[in-house]
């Protein structure tokens, strides 16, 4: 077992990992087993940071949440994201629906507008906007959605269609 002054040494010692963004504990526990601590070692360092406010699994999900929304990824994308790093399950879903379903529209229409303007030339323009937002994470509702907000926004594009 660390004492309290070794703990707070090695926390020291991860200003700069911990100060760029919000970790959540599966990112700290990745950092400390590369640094070459023990699972002991990482186990207790978890604990101090949870204890310091350092580490917290619903902070860092809600804000993993809204900048992936503010980058243009929906919720599918989102949620995959956040089970590979070890978020619990009830943590995401109960995170996850403190956002809208408006929020992921906007998200949505706003990257679909963007690639349309890549694609409108193309043959396959729609079969690439779908392509697109389905990497993104966006439902086919989302893409729907778009589909039909930018045929009313961009008429002379749609009569094409």
């Excluded at 956002?99 to 906007?106: A, H, R």
Aim: charged share 40%; aromatic share 10%; hydrophobic share 30%.
């Amino acid at each position: 077992m660390e004492d309290k002054k070794e703990i707070d040494n090695i926390i020291s010692g991860m200003k700069r990992f911990l100060s760029v963004r919000e970790r959540c504990r599966s990112e700290v526990e990745q950092y400390l087993f590369r640094k070459g601590y023990s699972r002991n070692v990482i186990a207790e360092m978890t604990e101090a940071l949870k204890e310091k406010d350092i580490l917290d699994e619903l902070r860092f999900t809600r804000n993993r949440i809204e900048s992936r929304i503010h980058k243009g990824y929906g919720p599918h994308y989102i949620k995959n994201e956040l089970s590979a790093l070890k978020i619990d399950r009830r943590i995401i879903t109960e995170t996850m629906e403190e956002f809208s379903e408006e929020d992921f529209l906007e998200g949505a229409l706003a990257l679909f507008e963007k690639k349309l303007s890549q694609f409108i030339k193309e043959e396959n323009t729609e079969e690439r906007l779908y392509r697109a937002l389905k990497s993104r994470g966006f439902s086919d509702s989302h893409y729907r959605f778009a589909m039909e907000t930018a045929k009313e926004k961009f008429p002379h594009w749609s009569k094409n269609r």
